[in-house]
């Protein structure tokens, strides 16, 4: 990978960054930056022009968060947010959406998100679909991974469903090849899992099934972290490696 490689990313609660990829980026000297809109005041308007210029974003990774993507009223930079990766998608460029942010790509582009007739918090196995087209990204045949969600996306027009579970069908997807849209959190280390725990009031909102003790959640080995991690790494790479030819910043193979 070239240094100066431009990777943008957008926060929604504070204290997330983007986990693991972070230390993946830094040791290829990416330039990495961020638009933190948990920080911006409730009361007054974004301008799309207060966000990156498309031209100077190489790379996009869209974090997770608590709200909704359907939620406006209360989030009102949702609405521009949308518009802008709207403008961002349609030059072909990379982009990473982790379960909020894969969210918000496929309702950007169209694509329903609702309420999951199950919450999902806590370790959960996820398998690849089935007969997928060779060029598509790579999955293991199934993996288990950290979920926390309570809604899903419905598959964006054109684009192939990845990976499912019994809990969520809609668990991955792809865009041509340049966009990635995960529901769960490949990006997961030991201080964000922490982190997350932290939130008792977003806890408390979680039950049924596929809703994990919090007692054993708390209980994860680092080591359990390491496959998700890896899997985002790779997606890194598979994005960058398709648009490689439209973009001066590229992975080198």
Known sequence: MKSHLKV?????????????????????????????????????????????????????IIMGGTMSVNDEANFPWVKIEKRWLRRYLSHGKPAIGLCLGGQLIANALGAGVSRNPEQELGWATVHKVANLPQEC???????????????????????????????????????????????????????????????????????????????????????????GNQILNRAIEYVLAKTAPHSENKLLF
């Open 8 to 60: 943008h990313y957008f926060q929604h609660i504070a204290g997330e960054g983007y986990g693991s990829c972070h230390e993946f980026l830094k040791q290829y000297q990416a330039y990495i930056s961020a638009t933190e809109f948990f920080a911006l005041p409730l009361d007054r308007p974004l301008e799309i022009e207060a966000l990156p210029r498309v031209e100077d974003v190489d790379l996009l």
């Open 137 to 227: 990204f790579s999955l293991p045949e199934q993996f288990n991974i950290l979920q926390w969600h309570s809604e899903s996306f419905e598959i964006p027009k054109g684009a192939v469903h990845l990976a499912e579970n019994q809990a969520c069908r809609n668990q991955m997807y792809q865009l041509g090849k340049n966009v990635l849209g995960f529901q769960f959190h490949p990006e997961s280390t030991p201080e964000t899992l922490s982190l997350f725990l932290e939130d008792e009031e977003q806890l408390a909102q979680f039950s049924g099934k596929y809703v994990q003790d919090l007692s054993e959640l708390k209980k994860t080995h680092k080591n359990k972290f390491v496959e």
